[in-house]
């Protein structure tokens, strides 16, 4: 089975500081998404990455900028937190398949 | 471009009733199609997906879905629903030779005892 992990399930943050979420999947898969999930909004693409140090802006990538140096981690990274960056973040993976392999999420508040 | 429609943001139904939930899309090139479940505080996994060949897909916990090209929809049925089917679904696109995946808002499930 396809396992994608994330490194936090809930986490609370100040308004300034600076913010890393990790994915980490054990099917080494190419492809690696973030998105996150806002209420009546469904899931939105924040960045990809087909490869090693390889990235996509997706639709909304604005705030946000993304690290992989290795090809099962994929790292989300909030340069300075706000307030409208509080949501469900959620990681996925893709290899050969043509689904995409969900982790559990991270639900971040900014306060 | 491809958009996704689900018509219902949230489905009320009583328990052992059949349900439909509804999803329409758009797209100029050929896509595949994935129904996504999301149980409460947990990620998404996946219901069931129409690549090619039949048009009716069967997937995990009792779902079906029907592909109609010419309606362009992909609607996800149950005959007869669990408590346990309480939650989020969400329909996806992606097109071919794409590796990513354009989302619906979703379908809150709401079973009713």
């Known amino acids: 089975d396809v396992k994608v992990t994330q490194s936090s399930r809930y986490l609370v943050k100040r308004t300034g500081e600076k913010v890393f979420l990790e994915c980490v999947q054990d099917?080494?898969?190419?492809?690696m998404f973030w998105y996150r999930q806002d209420p009546g909004l469904g899931l939105r693409l924040i960045y990809f990455?087909?490869?090693?140090?390889?990235?996509e802006k997706g639709d909304i990538p604005e705030g946000y900028s993304v690290s992989r140096e290795k090809k099962e981690r994929f790292s989300l990274i909030l340069e300075s937190a706000s307030t409208n960056q509080t949501s469900m973040y959620l990681c996925a993976s893709k290899g050969g398949s043509y689904e995409q392999y969900f982790g559990p999420g991270t639900r971040l508040t900014v306060t | 471009a491809q958009s996704v429609t689900q018509l219902d943001s949230q489905v009320p139904v009583f328990e052992e009733a059949p349900v439909e939930l509804r999803c329409n899309y758009s797209s100029s090139v050929s896509v595949y199609l994935f129904w996504y479940v999301q149980y409460p505080n947990q990620g998404l996994q996946l219901l069931l997906k129409y690549l090619s060949g039949s048009t009716l897909v069967k997937g995990i916990n009792g779902f079906e879905a029907e592909f109609n090209k010419s309606q362009t929809s992909f609607h996800l049925r149950k005959p007869s629903v669990h408590i346990s089917d309480t939650a989020e679904y969400f329909c996806?696109?992606?097109?071919?030779?794409?590796?990513?995946?354009?989302f619906g808002k979703g379908t809150r499930l709401h079973i009713l005892p």
């Open positions: 996806a696109v992606s097109p071919w030779m794409d590796d990513k995946i354009i």
């Open positions: 099917m080494d898969h190419e492809n």
């Open positions: 990455s087909y490869d090693v140090k390889m990235k």
